[in-house]
Every structure is written in C-alpha cells, then in structure tokens.
C-alpha cells in the first residue's frame, strides 16, 4: 500500500489521526520504529527527569503562513488560549518547581490577554521565553511597542530567521518577511537586545528550508553572526539550529512531495544515541491552547495526551503523577535525536 493511497483512505479521519496513521507505518517505508531503537539503550519507557519548564501555546492565530511551521498557525486559526485558562496555569507554576515560561503560538503576542499574561508571569520571577516571529512587531501599530514591553519585563526573544538572505527567508516564510524580520531586530537591537551587558537575551532560531537536516549550529552560528553584522549592523546572542519534525504542515509537504520516505530514513540513520537523554520533553510539559497536557509541542499538534493515569488538562495539574508518567514517542521522535539532537534550544549534544 502506497503512502498515497493510505493517505485517500483516511481522508475522513482529523488531521492528527491520519498523520499519526502514516507516522505509525513504518513498515512501509522498512524502517525500525523509535521504540526499537531506544530499548537497547535502556531508555524505554522514556521517563521525564524533571519539569523544569512550562511551554504554553496560547493560540494558533499567527500573522504568518510559515511552510516548515508544525503548528499549521496562520491567520485563519481561531484557537485562542482564555484568560481563564491562563490563570489554571499561574495556578498550576504556584504549585510546581518550573522555572522556565516559554510562550509559543501561533503569534503569542496576537493573544488579546497576552501581556496581562507576561505581567503575571514576571510577577513569579520566572523566566520568560517568548517565541517572536519578529514581523508581528510591524504588522500593526498596536504592537510597535512590543520590543519595549519585552524589555520592561526582561523577555527573553526567540525568533524565527531561516536564512541571512531575502530570497531563501521568503521562500520558507512568505514574501516581504525577510525585510520586516531585519528591521524588527534592529528594533531589539537599538533598546539593548543582543547586547552584551544588558541582560536582554535575543535569540535565532534556524530551520532548514528542504528534507534535510540542519547543519553543524557552531557553524551556522558564526555564519549568521558574520553576515548579519556586516550587512545589517545586527547583533544577536545565540543561535538554534532545529530539525524539521515530520509533523503537520511539513508532513503533509513530505508526502506530497514525495520526500517523506527519504527524510525518515535520514533521520533514522542520524540517529545518536547519546541525544536521548537530552530530548526536551524529559525535562518539560506542553499546556495546549485549550489548557490539555502534552509531552512536547510536537506531540500537542498530534493530539497525544498524557496518557497511564496522568491528570490530562492544567486545571488538574499534579507534579507527581507528571514525574511518574511515560511519555509518549512515536516515529516523530526521530527529528529530536538525529546528528547532535534538536530540541526548542537548539542541539542537546556536542
């Protein structure tokens, strides 16, 4: 049976459904599964360490229609996180030892409640990531002042830049995205983002624009460094190279573009064993737009919930029962332990 065929058959099923279908075929394509691989390496089940973090979605809503973005955000989502909601998960940070917030989305910032939120936070003394998409800055006055905000409360930016060149960001990204990005860092930039000595941490974020996996982040962190300060006078504090996970909108690419058998094998012959033990999802829990619990991002867009008794939703938050849980892997898994590993921060090995 054909991935093609497969795919017309359960066109009745969500799109969660029938990407885990694919994603569970691995047989078709003669490859082992994630579980296989990591048993000889004593780590199945693969067991949290910690809950250092909170990664919060509060809404698939977005400015942009990126074509690698595994949240299948755009401006036509309206899952939208409440303030209610958000409150279950101040509620829930009071009562765990997370010390870390990263906001995702979507646009985080296109939330309405999405600086009360930032406040609330702060208030905690938590850190604070915000995953920026950088032209949300200049889509409309109303968020003009968002570098300012940011630095008030000692956000820590992360953004998206696949490319130090126009043609390559807007070809991944939309056009015009890549001059708007620019001018936006230099907006960072200008208030101390970047900078060292102020404390204002600015981060990029690298994907490959292809099926292919990431070059060495070192390397393409000088590279990015180089050119963007020769070229624009911008200066930025790390950069994270991350693999593409066949997950959502760059899943159904891979199908239809008939990739995906040849991506899963080279993520498959990358992987390293040693990048297990730092996949991001050991040390996290994600909290979905409408407040359900998940073992990474990844496995949020694929509707895998915390399963084995675990309370499921943040208004049932039991740090406990986190701790004692296992997580949930299926061939996804790949793209987090491939070559030096990939996770929201970047490699997890040297």
Not at 53 to 64: A, D, E, R, S
Not at 136 to 144: E, F, R, S, T, V
Not at 200 to 223: C, I, M, R, T
Request: hydrophobic share 35%; aromatic share 8%.
């Amino acid at each position: 049976m054909t991935l093609k065929t497969l795919k017309r058959q359960e066109h009745a099923l969500s799109i969660a459904d029938r990407q885990i279908k694919i994603l569970s075929d691995y047989d078709a394509i003669g490859i082992q599964s994630f579980e296989e691989m990591i048993e000889p390496i004593g780590m199945m089940p693969l067991k949290p360490i910690s809950v250092d973090t909170f990664q919060i979605n509060v809404g698939k809503m977005c400015n942009q229609v990126c074509k690698h973005c595994h949240v299948d955000a755009g401006p036509d989502r309206k899952e939208i996180m409440t303030r209610e909601t958000m409150q279950q998960c101040l509620d829930a940070l009071k009562i765990s030892n997370a010390t870390t917030v990263d906001l995702t989305g979507g646009a985080p910032e296109m939330n309405p409640d999405f600086r009360w939120f930032v406040e609330e936070i702060s208030k905690m003394g938590k850190h604070i990531i915000v995953r920026c998409n950088l032209t949300i800055i200049l889509a409309n006055p109303k968020y003009h002042d968002l570098p300012e905000f940011f630095k008030k409360h000692k956000v820590n930016v992360v953004s998206s830049l696949p490319s130090f060149t126009a043609s390559r960001t807007d070809a991944q990204r939309g056009d015009g995205v890549f001059g708007k990005s620019i001018k936006a860092l230099q907006m960072l930039n200008e208030i101390g983002y970047g900078k060292e000595g102020t404390g204002l941490k600015l981060d990029l974020v690298y994907n490959p624009s292809g099926a292919f996996l990431p070059d060495d982040q070192e390397v393409l962190h000088h590279e990015f460094e180089r050119k963007l300060k020769n070229n624009f006078d911008i200066v930025f504090n790390d950069l994270y190279a991350i693999t593409n996970l066949p997950v959502s909108r760059f899943l159904d690419y891979l199908v239809n573009s008939g990739n995906y058998e040849d991506y899963m094998n080279e993520l498959v012959n990358a992987f390293n064993p040693a990048a297990v033990g730092g996949v991001m999802c050991r040390s996290m829990v994600s909290i979905g737009w409408d407040g359900y619990l998940y073992d990474c991002d990844f496995n949020q867009m694929l509707e895998m919930k915390l399963d084995n008794g675990v309370p499921d939703h943040i208004k049932d938050f039991n740090l406990d029962k986190l701790m004692a849980r296992e997580i949930k892997i299926n061939q996804h898994c790949f793209g987090c332990t491939a070559g030096a590993g990939s996770s929201c921060g970047g490699t997890t090995t040297n």
